[in-house]
């Protein structure tokens, strides 16, 4: 079935008895019992609620994925994901990570015993010398954020499995619109729900889908003892947003190319990263294990000054944090998202104070080239 049709009906829309076109909310912290060592299901919404049920057969089917579970965030899905290891364990990670996911791993898992060692994993030797005898699992975002740099997934599965480490692949920016991990070889998948997924940039969400039933039970236990689970009505508004997927990302596709092409012809832009322009380095990599770009772009101005001049100027696009969805969003990831990444490894990255990353969103195109236009050669 086409995954544009899988976005809207997902693996089969349960109609109750009134004939309701949407699945219904839900909104329910406990079932009753029909009998003594019955149920209907269903018992207590942490556990699982029908509402939340209906989203996570969605993900799943899009992600190709044995199971997904759905989280109050996709910090909260990245730390359930954390609990299967235990102290002594050691996973490699991308040196290029939301810092969020960077705060998580040196924070709270090194304090529990867990040893990280981060490496460019668009490199696999890279990647094959890092792992270790205690490598339990291989830790990656493709796109990487805010550098686009993008990994051989397939590779690096291989490198995983030969080690009999995990693979888990943080899937936010491309979604499994443009690319399904699974199929290539990941164990887990991982995403902030609230970004391209939600779409309208109004619910915090997260996801954890997996590629084999005893993963899935394991997972499913660590998230029901945890409790980090999604509302019924963020469940709702995560399926709505998921059925425009498909035409959003084109869109949102679409303006990119043409900011990114735009960009690269402005004097004082310094340099463009996007993965769907042709002299992207990875761009043949792209095209061989992804269905499409995305719309995440960063680039580097001329001086630090125009690069505060164009945050404080933007008029249509937003100077905040966050990304994917319909409204067009510029930050910072020096002092916004990559804020807790050490300095000399910010640098070493090319994080510097000229870097900005804008998420384009579905506005009119000439209105948003006129927006960075405007903010790039302001005066005032
Ligand atoms: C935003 C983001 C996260 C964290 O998700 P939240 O929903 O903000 O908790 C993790 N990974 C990536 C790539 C992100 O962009």
Not at 298 to 304: A, C, K, L, N, V
Request: proline fraction near 3%; charged fraction near 20%; hydrophobic fraction near 40%.
């Amino acid at each position: 079935m086409d995954i544009n049709t899988q976005c809207i009906h997902g693996k089969n829309e349960r109609n109750d008895a009134t004939g309701a076109v949407t699945f219904p909310i839900y909104q329910t912290a406990t079932f009753a019992h029909p009998g003594m060592g019955h149920s209907t299901g269903y018992d207590y919404s942490r556990t699982q609620n029908p509402t939340r049920q209906q989203l996570e057969e969605t993900v799943a089917l899009l992600e190709k994925g044995v199971g997904a579970i759905a989280c109050a965030s996709g910090m909260a899905a990245i730390t359930a994901v954390m609990e299967l290891f235990s102290p002594g364990d050691h996973i490699v990670i991308s040196d290029d990570l939301y810092g969020g996911t960077y705060r998580s791993f040196h924070k709270i898992n090194e304090k529990n015993g867990i040893s990280f060692t981060a490496v460019n994993t668009s490199n696999l030797s890279e990647v094959n010398r890092a792992m270790q005898e205690n490598t339990r699992a291989v830790y990656i975002e493709t796109p990487s954020n805010p550098m686009m740099q993008v990994t051989d997934l397939a590779g690096v599965a291989k490198i995983a499995k030969e080690h009999q480490a995990l693979l888990i692949v943080d899937n936010t920016f491309l979604t499994p619109y443009f690319q399904r991990p699974i199929e290539l070889g990941a164990n887990i998948v991982v995403h902030s729900g609230t970004k391209y997924l939600c779409g309208h940039n109004d619910t915090l969400a997260g996801f954890i889908v997996v590629d084999n039933e005893v993963l899935n039970r394991k997972i499913r236990e660590i998230y029901n003892t945890t409790g980090a689970c999604l509302a019924p009505i963020d469940s709702w508004l995560l399926t709505r947003g998921i059925k425009t997927l498909g035409v959003r990302l084109e869109r949102q596709q679409e303006n990119a190319l043409a900011l990114a092409r735009w960009l690269g012809q402005q004097s004082w832009v310094e340099k463009v990263y996007y993965i769907g322009l042709p002299e992207h380095p990875d761009y043949e990599l792209s095209m061989r294990q992804s269905y499409g770009f995305g719309a995440m772009i960063s680039f580097t101005t001329d001086t630090q000054e125009r690069a505060i001049r164009i945050l404080e100027h933007v008029e249509i696009i937003q100077f905040a944090e966050s990304l994917g969805g319909v409204e067009s969003l510029i930050t910072y990831p020096m002092t916004q998202t990559h804020a807790a990444i050490p300095q000399e490894i910010r640098e070493a990255k090319g994080i510097n104070d000229r870097l900005l990353r804008l998420s384009a969103g579905i506005e009119g195109i000439e209105d948003l080239l006129e927006d960075l236009r405007q903010a790039a050669e302001n005066r005032t």
